[in-house]
């Protein structure tokens, strides 16, 4: 297979750049680097396209190896013929494949084999060609009566035969191929209660259909689901008549004695073999068409999620709620360093509550605490209406944000936790993780399996090697897209660099305790099993503030370092100007003496340029500063506050198939469904929203008693 024009082809691509993608991930490139630092090369494609381009190549290429597979087992049989030679290569699916491997593939007993074993094959040769002079099948039959095989007389050979004829007509690649096509285009699936009198949340499938080509993917898995757990019965509905007409036309022949015979062979191969296979294989590319789809809203929203803007330069305090155990306080300076710990009871007697308030205010005037974190989980409300009061009475300058608290109990538990804060217990550990995920979202997430960040729908349902694939890829990117700061990450931060393993990053945290901070990027290089080949993938992500280079506090790459500083000298600058902000008007320069010619002569390319000329002008830039800030609150609202109409402001929490949850500061986010989102038709919430995102919402309804806030967008 020409894997560079099927690719080329599928994404819209110029045959060089696909050819070039390849060969730098054959090379051992990671996607980051192939994006960030090769944008020559592939024409400046964004690492999601990379992954998908990979994902793609990966897939061929195992179909490749199947087709090959396929075609030397059938050569071994001696059945390769030009016309399954030609099918071989046109096939484009694992599914094509195994369709024309099919009959030769080493099947179990069935009841084909068992009449081909007493001798029953010619006979099934002799009415399948149902020539017009034929005797009739009854009376061919009687000539393969044979007491020691086991057929005793006319009715079980013509019986057998029938079992061949209709395993003959399964086998049949193009029949198969063109009844998947149909099927896919205008069968319905249906959905039946197992047991009408049983309540479940799958109420809404009891009585359900759908066109396969129209359904919804959210509404796949929620079948998928409902059928898994014995609520539901599921099928695919599809017009037998013009299935088998479909069968008919290959192989019943007019104007023969045998053509009844066949006619019901090719029923029964449809009935008891063809339907169900496809019936099988239509339910699976559903379900993965439908876990694709939430595998990307999945990852988009984790994107989104990681990507949250940092609150820079505030030392934090998290709770992490609780009823009988308290509410665990930690408070954590400006770098996320633990500064003190405690325990209160908000939610206990009058005393305890005076009591908690005192040690509050006490933290906050001691380590000058700005903002709070509160947790999301058990005794939320209560705790950010203790919180809420607190500052009212207090008149503090402190606010404060509910964050999502989900998989901090995972990395509390975690042996990554225990590493990092071996002196304190599980609850404090999940306090701290609260606190640093307001200072930094990504620093703190990467700690955790994204399937516990409780972002995206149906995560659990999907094949685990995939979304775990795809999540690392996100995190990846993402942590990559930003930076790390090479003398303060820890080791769950520096693996998801690009180049760094899990090893490497431990190597790295040991070097800089034994060593002290490292002064440079080129000091990696002494780092152990960290070599030229992984200095190459990671050094243009690690930071070094300190280092008295300050091309090691940007994303230009040690490779373009010279590049750089001709850049300067060509416009008159030196490194210390950047140091003393004397180079705004560096790209006004460029642009006046030809971007282009510049590139020439420090030989890169533009985009190399663009990308040096860009952090020269904002070293140690982190780009998630330029996206919308977090919105911190000072008061609270309950849900029996909420009336019809009122209008707020709120944060979005989810974004999924049919909608999105927004926090509107009452413990329970709201759903503006995807019919409220905008008064334009979108196919995606997506398209309008993020994760993050802050939105104007009006109540639409609301159910305390069900916890169901309805919101509107269309204001």
Known sequence: MDFVSVLSEQFKLKPWQVENV??????????????????EAHGSLDDQVLREISDRLSYLRGLEERRNEVRELIIGLDAMTDEIDVALKAAMTLAEIDDIYRPYRPKRKTRASVAKEKGLEPLALMILEQLPNSKEPIELAKDFIDSEKGVENEEEA???????????ISDDASIRKRLRVVMMAQAVINSKAADEEKDSVYTQYYDFSEPVSKIAGHRILAIDRGEKEGFLKVSIDFNIDKALNIVYSTNVKPNSPCTETVRMAAEDAYNRLIFPSIEREIRNELTQRAQEQAMKVFSLNLRQLLMQPPVKGKVAMGLDPGYRTGCKVAVVDETGRVLDTNVIYPTHSQVKVDEAKKIIVGLIKKHGVEIIAIGNGTASKETEMFVSDLIHEESLDVSYMVVSEAGAS????????????????????????????????????????????????????????RLDEALGGVVEDCVNTVGVDLNTASPALLSRVSGISATVSKNIVSYREENGAFKSRSELKKVSKLGPKAFLQCAGFLRVAESNNILDNTAVHPESYEAAKKLLELCGYSLNDIKNCKISDLRQKVDEMDKEKIAEKLEIGVPTLEDIITELLRPGRDPRDELVKPLLRKDVLDIKDLKEGMELDGTVRNVIDFGAFVDIGVHQDGLVHISQICNKYIKHPSEVLKVGDIVKVKVMSVEPDKRRISLTMKI
């Open 22 to 39: 390849i060969s730098l991930i054959d090379e051992g490139n990671t996607i980051p680097f192939i994006a960030r630092y090769r944008k």
């Open 410 to 465: 995972v990395y509390s538990a975690s042996k990554l936790a225990a590493q990092e804060f071996p002196d304190f217990d599980v609850t404090l550990r999940s306090a701290v993780s609260i606190a640093r995920r307001l200072q930094d979202p990504l620093a703190e997430l990467v700690k955790i399996d994204p399937k516990a960040i409780g972002i995206g729908q149906y995560q659990h349902d999907m094949p685990k090697k």
């Open 158 to 168: 013509l019986a057998g035969a029938m079992d061949i004829i209709a395993e003959s």
